[in-house]
T-cell receptor, first 111, second 112 residues
Framework: GESVGLHLPTLSVQEGDNSIINCAYS??????FIWYKQESGKGPQFIID?????DKRQGQRVTVLLNKTVKHLSLQIAATQPGDSAVYFC??????????FGAGTQVVVTP | DGGITQSPKYLFRKEGQNVTLSCEQN?????MYWYRQDPGQGLRLIYY???????QKGDIAEGYSVSREKKESFPLTVTSAQKNPTAFYLC???????????FGQGTRLTVV
């Protein structure tokens, strides 16, 4: 039948506050993880990545944390800005050439 | 400018027709991918290719076909066998394992 659109989980954040977006991944053998940002009608943009031999990696205003014990990934955005409003996806590399994406989280930044 | 180009941006297809979506990259990447995105959902993998003249089915390959005759090109054909083709289609490429995939701007396909 026809696909039914699902409501994405939404994180509402006040401008200037920190955001934390969570993701549970499925495959304990996955060894590489990526966070993407997608604005409406556009392709996903790379934010930050992390390999399984690390548990934390920092970029500009973003930090990714990896907890392999519970198969959990998080993305922290410091001092959230209006331009950060978008859908955020985590992706895991389940095999070479095969990235599997999570369902996504809608981030809404309020003034 | 290096990047991934998808064309067309919008595409309308009559029921029962095949249609081909174009994806070209000038990044010299070995791997290329096709994903489908439905409203409010994540990306689902249709096909991927690690090298020229080779490709593998992803999670939702039924009703789709691809070719990889050149490193820079990975066209996707949506056949009449695909029951629900209306969606946003995204092409991506990556240079090697454990590196990020870069995405094109997508093609929105609508069946009329």
């Amino acid at each position: 039948g026809e696909s039914v659109g699902l409501h994405l989980p939404t994180l509402s954040v006040q401008e200037g506050d920190n955001s934390i977006i969570n993701c549970a991944y499925s495959n304990s053998a996955s060894d590489y993880f990526i966070w993407y940002k997608q604005e409406s009608g556009k392709g996903p943009q790379f934010i930050i990545d992390i390999r399984s031999n690390m548990d934390k990696r920092q970029g500009q205003r973003v930090t990714v944390l990896l907890n392999k014990t519970v198969k959990h990934l998080s993305l922290q955005i410091a001092a959230t800005q209006p331009g950060d409003s978008a859908v955020y996806f985590c992706a895991e590399q389940v095999a070479w050439g095969k990235l599997q994406f999570g369902a996504g989280t809608q981030v809404v930044v309020t003034p | 400018d290096g990047g991934i180009t998808q064309s067309p941006k919008y595409l309308f297809r009559k029921e029962g027709q095949n249609v081909t979506l174009s994806c070209e990259q000038n990044l010299n990447h070995d791997a290329m991918y096709w994903y489908r995105q439905d409203p409010g959902q994540g990306l689902r993998l249709i096909y991927y290719s690690q090298i020229v003249n080779d490709f593998q089915k992803g999670d939702i390959a039924e009703g789709y076909s691809v070719s990889r005759e050149k490193k820079e090109s990975f066209p996707l054909t949506v056949t009449s066998a695909q029951k629900n083709p209306t969606a946003f289609y995204l092409c991506a490429s990556s240079i090697r394992r454990d590196t990020e995939a870069f995405f094109g701007q997508g093609t929105r396909l609508t069946v009329v």
